[in-house]
């Protein structure tokens, strides 16, 4: 089983300058010579860390790592003015002109699925392959699934958790509900409910391990975080119903490569079977002992086994 390639340190960081209210972080590792691929990261609103970068063999490529809008080293951390998908997709293409690529591999997992397939139905013929991973689709059923109906039949337990706080009249919506509290409550019920959005978040997606390494709360990281993913969730995700598969004819006819856990339990393997079958020429890869997370050893593997595989066939 292939682990991930040893840890490596940037050898360039940049900020991209998007408005006068956003400066998004991004940065540069591995070969400068080497195949271009921009890391998509999962969330909205969560980040990249310094493992991203080891998913790719340093020899091979030039890794192109960055925080979204409003994330981890993007600032103002946690703002939501002009933070939308759109607003995404455009940082994204003026990075790659600022470093001057022609066309580079996209590789997104969950959020970055969804982003990465925005962005080769809009900007088709600068995207040499995908790799994508636990794909969201951003419809409807696939929001409901995670924060309606759907992994409350799995996990009730959680679930009694994650509605306690939330009135009947209001449970019907639950998005909505959160959003409210998050976005417009006082500081004790945002916190309050962000923090319960973060721990049924937690439990549906590591459902897998049997140890989860807790970490020391950071209260306003995590506030920060569900403010973007419930602005994101609120606003469908800024997208069409079901746009990215009545959409389908705009991707670029490239090798494209979706892997995805069995036991995906946050974004359920349904989303990337349909993209699969529109996509003919596409491979999935289903990971029968794996969940939703890129660091579970097997999805590790499937990771690096296919982005070796498109070092030596876009090369």
């Known amino acids: 089983?292939?682990?991930?390639?040893?840890?490596?340190?940037?050898?360039?960081?940049?900020?991209?300058?998007?408005?006068?209210?956003?400066?998004?972080?991004?940065?540069?590792?591995g070969n400068p010579e080497g195949l271009p691929v921009i890391f998509l990261h999962g969330g909205p609103g969560s980040g990249c860390n310094e493992n991203h970068r080891r998913y790719f063999n340093p020899e091979k490529y030039r890794i192109i790592i960055?925080?979204?809008r409003?994330?981890?080293?993007?600032?103002?951390?946690?703002?939501?003015?002009?933070?939308?998908?759109?607003?995404?997709?455009?940082?994204?293409?003026?990075?790659?002109?600022?470093?001057?690529?022609?066309r580079w591999l996209i590789f997104g997992g969950s959020w970055g699925a969804t982003l990465g397939l925005l962005y080769a139905q809009a900007f088709p013929k600068c995207v040499s392959g995908m790799v994508l991973r636990g794909?969201?689709?951003?419809?409807?059923?696939?929001?409901?699934?995670?924060?309606?109906?759907?992994?409350?039949?799995?996990?009730?337990?959680?679930?009694?958790?994650?509605?306690?706080?939330?009135p009947e009249?209001?449970?019907?919506?639950?998005?909505?509900?959160?959003?409210?509290?998050?976005?417009?409550?006082?500081?004790?019920?945002?916190?309050?409910?962000?923090?319960?959005?973060?721990?049924?978040?937690?439990?549906?997606?590591?459902?897998?391990?049997r140890e989860v390494e807790e970490e020391p709360e950071d209260i306003q990281k995590l506030v920060n975080q569900v403010r973007i993913e419930s602005h994101y969730a609120k606003h469908h995700y800024f997208i069409k119903e079901n746009q990215i598969l009545n959409n389908i004819d705009k991707l670029?006819?490239?090798?494209?490569?979706?892997?995805?856990?069995?036991?995906?339990?946050?974004?359920?393997?349904?989303?990337?079977?349909?993209l699969h079958e529109v996509l003919p020429r596409s491979e999935l890869i289903i990971v029968p002992d794996a969940g939703h997370l890129a660091g579970?050893?097997?999805?590790?593997?499937?990771?690096?086994t296919a982005t070796d595989r498109m070092a030596e066939l876009l090369s």
């Not at 309606?148 to 706080?165: D, H, L, M, S, T």
């Not at 090798?255 to 995906?264: A, C, F, L, M, S």
Request: charged share 25%.
């Open 135 to 166: 794909t969201f689709l951003a419809r409807e059923q696939d929001l409901k699934w995670f924060a309606q109906e759907g992994a409350n039949r799995i996990f009730p337990e959680y679930w009694a958790k994650f509605v306690e706080g939330i």
């Open 1 to 29: 089983m292939k682990p991930l390639y040893p840890e490596i340190e940037n050898y360039q960081s940049h900020t991209l300058s998007s408005n006068a209210d956003h400066q998004v972080y991004f940065e540069e590792s």
């Open 70 to 102: 409003g994330c981890n080293r993007s600032g103002p951390q946690g703002t939501v003015k002009d933070n939308t998908t759109q607003y995404l997709l455009m940082d994204i293409e003026a990075i790659r002109k600022q470093l001057k690529i022609n």
């Open 296 to 304: 579970e050893p097997p999805m590790i593997d499937a990771l690096i």
């Open 169 to 209: 009249a209001e449970r019907s919506d639950l998005v909505d509900a959160y959003y409210r509290r998050v976005h417009e409550g006082d500081k004790e019920t945002c916190e309050r409910f962000a923090r319960a959005w973060s721990e049924w978040a937690s439990k549906v997606v590591t459902w897998t391990l």
């Open 66 to 68: 960055f925080d979204q």
């Open 252 to 274: 670029p006819d490239v090798p494209i490569i979706i892997i995805h856990g069995r036991y995906d339990l946050t974004c359920p393997l349904i989303s990337s079977w349909s």
